[in-house]
């Protein structure tokens, strides 16, 4: 890589997913470089080990996890060239809040199916909010305000998605509340709302 430009000799630190060759690669060009992990990839790799606990049920969750310590050890040794702690740390930080609360039979209970619990439309919704109000402290009142115009916004993109018109679309899933615009006219406010509730 050197070869190719003169001024990468000067290295100081490089970012890269979880892909292990391009990581080593740069590594031995580099040794004295820091290595900077990519935190959404590694992030989602997490997620795909996670949500395969989350699925099973007590019995199960305890195999799956004894079963992946290899696998995290190994993958953590490539990264970081340390003794690995991931595995360690997860059992006893986070492995009671997965069967206490994230297991397949107490989502069953509580009437979500095979869904995970999330609260990102919650999250979302702030988040939302914060961009209409750029991120500044305002008033009550304001924030109320600004509030009720999100969920405004939030009702059209709904209405535009029934209507088949508009940014959104309805997946596959939901096809089925799609109606004609007609239709829709002839409809009062407490039957929309009824219908898209």
Request: proline share 3%; charged share 30%.
């Given at each position: 890589m050197?070869?190719?430009?003169?001024h990468?000799?000067?290295?100081?630190?490089?970012?890269?997913?979880?892909e292990?060759?391009l990581?080593?690669?740069?590594?031995?060009?580099f040794?004295?470089?820091?290595?900077h992990?990519?935190?959404?990839?590694l992030?989602?790799?997490?997620?795909?080990?996670?949500?395969?606990?989350v699925?099973?049920?007590?019995?199960?969750?305890?195999?799956?996890?004894?079963?992946?310590?290899?696998?995290?050890?190994?993958?953590?040794r490539?990264?970081?060239n340390q003794?690995?702690?991931?595995?360690?740390?997860?059992?006893g930080?986070?492995?009671?809040?997965?069967i206490?609360s994230?297991?397949?039979?107490l989502?069953q209970?509580a009437?979500l199916?095979?869904?995970?619990?999330?609260i990102?439309?919650?999250?979302?919704e702030?988040?939302?909010?914060k961009?209409?109000?750029?991120?500044?402290?305002?008033?009550?009142?304001?924030?109320i305000?600004?509030?009720?115009?999100?969920?405004?916004?939030?009702?059209?993109?709904?209405?535009?998605?029934?209507?088949?018109?508009g940014?959104?679309?309805?997946?596959?899933?939901?096809?089925?509340?799609?109606?004609?615009?007609?239709r829709?006219r002839?409809?009062?406010?407490?039957?929309?709302?009824?219908?898209?509730?």
């Open positions: 050197k070869g190719f430009n003169p990468t000799v000067q290295l100081k630190a490089f970012g890269a997913d979880s292990r060759a990581s080593n690669a740069f590594r031995e060009e040794p004295e470089a820091d290595h992990r990519c935190v959404i990839h992030r989602k790799n997490i997620e795909m080990k996670i949500s395969g606990l699925s099973n049920e007590a019995d199960d969750f305890y195999e799956t996890l004894c079963s992946l310590e290899k696998v995290w050890s190994d993958h953590e490539g990264i970081t003794e690995p702690a991931l595995y360690d740390w997860f059992v930080n986070v492995a009671d809040t997965i206490t994230m297991l397949k039979p989502r209970k009437g199916g095979d869904s995970l619990y999330s990102n439309d919650n999250e979302a702030n988040h939302l909010l961009l209409k109000t750029q991120y500044k402290r305002f008033s009550l009142v304001t924030v305000s600004k509030s009720h115009e999100l969920v405004k916004e939030q009702d059209a993109l709904l209405e535009g998605a029934i209507l088949d018109q940014e959104c679309r309805l997946t596959n899933e939901y096809s089925h509340l799609k109606i004609s615009l007609e829709w002839k409809m009062n406010p407490a039957e929309r709302r009824a219908y898209t509730n």
